[in-house]
């Protein structure tokens, strides 16, 4: 089987993990979505790196005058250390881990700062990335306590930057397909992470909206429930989804 084939067939699962995204529970979702993106990265790094393998494949059969010194080098590059993991290298689970420690609920001397989770959900080109900011902020929420003066007033003011900076509004426009990154495109090598994203931000809706009337309001009039109700019409209606909008109709 080829690799193209092998990248058909990854594709073809990810539309079955979507359909029967519902009956998945306790996080298997996210889990099966998280593998089939390993998988596909690795099918399409062998797609790319293909040519050059079977060419250099080629050059060593070619000249038996040359074996040793290839041998030789190839004995250079196995004492080499292994590469230093990066981002790149993540997938979203562990990507929203490592971003989570850096973020530190928003805590004074945190090396990640609310400014550059919102950077990732309005402009960053990859849904991980984006999927990745949305699921800290939403941990961030979760941790925080209410009746702890400290963390009331650090929520008040992420909620006026969210505002302020178009996250509330560019999360709607993800929600409703118009996002100009266009995640929703069935043709987006990404588009499998699209429904994790768009879960993912209707907590985030429901965790900024639950008991603060008047900043519903403001997520209203930034898109909130325009894109809601647009990502309730396209799909089978769930709970969470249902929850969202009722709140935000309020």
């Avoid at 690799?3 to 099966?32: F, P, S």
């Avoid at 702890?148 to 909620?159: N, Q, S, T, V």
Wanted: hydrophobic share 35%; aromatic share 6%.
């Amino acid at each position: 089987m080829s690799i193209d084939e092998v990248l058909d067939e990854v594709k073809v699962v990810q539309d079955l993990i979507e359909d029967e995204k519902e009956h998945l529970q306790n996080g298997l979702y996210v889990r099966l979505c998280n593998a089939m993106q390993k998988v596909y990265n690795h099918a399409h790094a062998l797609r790319s790196g293909g040519n050059e393998s079977d060419e250099e494949s080629e050059e060593e059969g070619g000249e038996g005058d040359e074996e040793p010194e290839e041998s030789e080098e190839e004995g250079e590059e196995e004492d080499e250390e292994p590469r230093e993991r990066t981002e790149d290298d993540m997938g979203v689970n562990e990507l929203a881990e490592l971003w989570g420690w850096n973020f530190d609920f928003g805590r004074p001397g945190a090396t990640l700062e609310l400014e550059g989770l919102i950077w990732s959900i309005v402009e960053d080109m990859e849904a991980k990335r984006v999927c990745a900011a949305v699921r800290v902020l939403n941990g961030a929420l979760k941790g925080s306590k209410p009746d702890d003066p400290a963390d009331a007033e650090r929520i008040l003011e992420w909620k006026e930057e969210l505002i302020e900076e178009h996250a509330i509004l560019t999360c709607g426009k993800i929600l409703e397909s118009i996002d100009c990154r266009g995640f929703h495109n069935e043709n987006h090598e990404e588009h499998w992470l699209y429904s994790c994203i768009c879960d993912e931000i209707l907590e985030l809706f429901q965790r900024l909206g639950e008991g603060d009337a008047l900043f519903r309001t403001k997520m209203r009039r930034n898109g909130a429930l325009k894109g809601v109700k647009a990502y309730v019409k396209e799909r089978s209606h769930c709970r969470l989804e249902g929850k969202v909008l009722d709140m935000l109709t309020q």
